[in-house]
């Protein structure tokens, strides 16, 4: 009873909470580099034009003549134009005076500092590119990156941008195997590793993860080591270079590469509902102008900022907003190599305090965490330098944007909730900060340039109320498609309407004041901690086990990641259920695909609730796992198994 009735109280107060309205200050807005929302309109009516003036703040080598090509579902962007994107990021600033401004204030986990100008990062981006010309990559080749947070993964990825090569980032935390899958999917040529990086005072072992990777990736012909620490490994002669070796022989200047607008800049890989992940292909000219523009709208750059972004370079995040965006911005950027609560629960506002960082851009699942471990750790700290935070990768609860606002934002700086993804390239829907009051929980309006809406299914527009979200026109960092596999990208991006609209697969609704609010992804893709997990990747891993027969993987709630990922799993005669075949399955999951793809719970069960079809129930496993009232389950081959399923798992819990 008394259950019933505290769910009841924090619904309301979720209501009211969502009432609330926080505009910008009268100073903020003063000084903001975007005053003015009718921008919006205007770039909504043209959006072409928008971004034609948009591309002006960039440098071309050659001017563009042609705005957009729109073939649905294939957009081209910037036609005739040439550019290159470590030229806007590095000489354009040193031309214009700025060799001296930090360009990176590096931070080791173990306590060290790195600050590099705009000089230094240029001279090593120059001396690295050249290093990758000697051992033969060329423009068009593919380079994988396997590294840590330190500066050589930014200097590696702006290396290849110098001289045209496409670089693949995979992110540190990510299994040999799955470094293996993205290699070969990739088919690069050169991988750039490390000897490792510190994780939570631990060692992450790169250079020996990649060892094994590289065992069965064929179209690998030289890797290039830093090093980070003193860690062990092993070196293979004529395969392996050290980077510091490399760059004592290299030239110190290499030509920038005049690449047209729509030369491949890079490739990362995101998970889809299918168990292979999928190479999102991201072009030069488009993607600059659209996270270089939307790194001035959104974060409100300006020249004294300490601007910091906490993703891995690993992520789209990282890409966009710690690489290309914020240097070609010309931003002095925090790069924070290690865990939140290393060597203690306050890094994160040690950082802040240290390097007077203005700019704070994190992610729910972190702001989650930090709540939980109290507010003593932010108090100890002085915060009074930011002035504007951000949000991204899940939808953020109004109980953590309240908290964030409060506790780390001393409720006079903005936050600006950004919705995109890896395929998007750039924020799509925010806040402009001296523009438009906030409603914790809710993003905003989609951004200059950018034209979206709620469709339902038969792409009947939602004005007030809930639907699915739809991107209906092209913008420029729009992805250009799934690397080898064309008739995917139409089918999983462009086939839900009309061909010529965009489907994210996440669920929106609509306020009366315009406002989006999102509410999380329809497809069979989990995110956890912010990630994009497919349940078809690790149902895939689970049955990869010599143990297992048949698997089925939903995420349920989770109070920190967001959601949780449970698995239900049927064994193979002669297999029994116990701790440690739990335990291993959770171990191979880590094995093929990483940590972040961890279950948190393993259900054993003798078979798993399917409809007459043969497609099994996720609602219901869902439901099991959270514990929920189940519903209608008549549509069931055999719903002798779920009442079985269902006590199973009460059983467990208990246990
Ligand atoms: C998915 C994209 C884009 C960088 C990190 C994730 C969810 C992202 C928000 C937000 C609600 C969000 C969506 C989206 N998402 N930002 N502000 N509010 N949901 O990139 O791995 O490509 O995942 O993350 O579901 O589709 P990604």
């Known amino acids: 009873m008394g259950d019933t009735e505290d769910r009841l109280d924090s619904e309301i107060s979720t209501l009211l909470t969502e009432e609330r309205s926080f505009p910008p200050s009268e100073e903020f807005q003063r000084l903001a580099f975007v005053r003015n929302g009718d921008i919006r309109e205007r770039s909504w009516a043209e959006p072409e034009q928008f971004w034609a003036n948009a591309a002006q703040g960039l440098h071309w080598f050659k001017p563009f003549d042609r705005v957009l090509e729109w073939d649905p579902p294939n957009a081209k962007w910037f036609l005739g134009g040439q550019l290159n994107a470590s030229y806007n990021c590095l000489d354009r ?3 214009a005076g700025q060799r001296n401004k930090a360009a990176l204030i ?5 306590g ?8 230094d990062l240029y001279r090593e981006v120059n001396l690295f590119a050249n290093a990758l010309k000697g051992l033969g990559v060329a423009k068009g080749d593919r380079v994988a990156i396997y590294m840590p947070m330190i500066p050589e993964a930014v200097i590696a990825m702006l290396a290849c941008a110098r001289i045209g090569a496409v670089h693949v980032v995979v992110f540190g935390g990510f299994s040999a195997e799955a470094l293996r899958d993205r290699i070969n999917d990739a088919q690069a040529k050169v991988l750039i590793t490390a000897d490792g990086g510190y994780r939570r005072g631990q060692i992450l072992p790169l250079k020996h993860d990649a060892d094994y990777a590289i065992k069965e990736t064929p179209c690998i012909e030289h890797v290039v080591v830093v090093q980070r620490g003193n860690f062990p490994l092993r070196f293979k ?3 392996d270079h050290w980077y510091h070796r490399l760059l004592e022989d290299a030239d110190p200047y290499c030509p920038p590469e005049p690449c047209d607008a729509e030369d491949i800049l890079f490739i990362l890989h995101t998970s889809g509902t299918t168990g292979k992940p999928k190479g999102i292909v991201h072009t030069t000219g488009g993607y600059m102008v659209g996270t270089y523009t939307t790194t001035k709208y959104v974060f409100d750059l300006r020249h004294d900022d300490v601007y910091w972004c906490t993703a891995d370079i690993g992520w789209i995040t990282g890409h966009s907003y710690i690489v290309y965006g914020p240097l070609a911005a010309g931003a002095t950027c925090v790069m924070y190599e290690g865990a939140p609560n290393w060597p203690d629960r306050d890094r994160f506002w040690q950082v802040v305090e240290k390097h007077g960082v203005s700019i704070f851009y994190t992610a729910p699942t972190a702001i989650r965490a930090f709540m939980k471990w109290g507010d003593e750790w932010p108090a100890r700290r002085d915060l ?3 002035r504007l935070l951000g949000s991204v990768g899940e939808p953020i609860n109004p109980e953590a944007w309240m908290w964030y606002h409060e506790h780390i934002g001393g409720k006079r700086c903005p936050i600006v909730d950004t919705w995109w993804q890896t395929e998007t390239g750039m924020i799509m829907i925010t806040t402009l900060p001296g523009v438009d009051a906030t409603t914790p929980g809710t993003a905003g309006l989609p951004v200059p340039g950018v034209r979206a809406t709620i469709f339902n299914a038969d792409r009947k527009e939602i004005k007030t109320g809930g639907g699915l979200l739809a991107v209906t026109h092209p913008w420029p960092a729009m992805l250009r498609g799934i690397w080898g596999d064309p008739e995917r990208y139409k089918e999983q991006y462009w086939s839900k309407w009309d061909q010529e609209t965009y489907f994210p697969s996440d669920g929106a609704k609509r306020s009366e ?8 992804r329809v497809d069979d893709v989990l995110s956890v901690a912010g990630h994009r997990i497919g349940t078809m990747e690790v149902e895939s891993a ?6 297992v027969a048949e698997a089925a993987v939903v995420g349920i709630a989770h109070e920190i990641k967001g959601q949780a990922i449970v698995a239900f799993v049927t064994l193979k005669e002669g297999s029994e259920a116990s701790s440690s075949v739990e335990a291993n399955l959770k171990e191979h999951v880590v094995k093929k695909i990483g940590a972040i793809a961890r279950p948190e719970r393993i259900v054993f069960s003798a078979d798993l609730p399917k409809t007459r079809s043969g497609k099994i129930m996720r609602r219901l496993l869902r439901a099991i796992g959270e514990g929920k009232i189940l519903g209608d389950t008549t549509t069931l081959a055999d719903p002798t198994t779920v009442e079985g399923l269902r006590r199973k798992y ?6």
């Not at 406002?515 to 999380?520: E, H, Q």
């Open 93 to 95: 600033h040193i031309k």
């Open 106 to 110: 590096w931070e080791g986990e173990p």
């Open 112 to 119: 060290e500092c790195r600050v590099l100008t705009y000089w």
């Open 237 to 239: 002669e004529g395969r």
């Open 384 to 386: 009074s330098t930011l």
């Open 513 to 520: 004041n315009g406002y989006f609010t999102l509410l999380g």
């Open 542 to 547: 689970l049955v990869d086990h010599s143990a």
């Open 650 to 655: 009460e059983e467990q819990e208990e246990a």
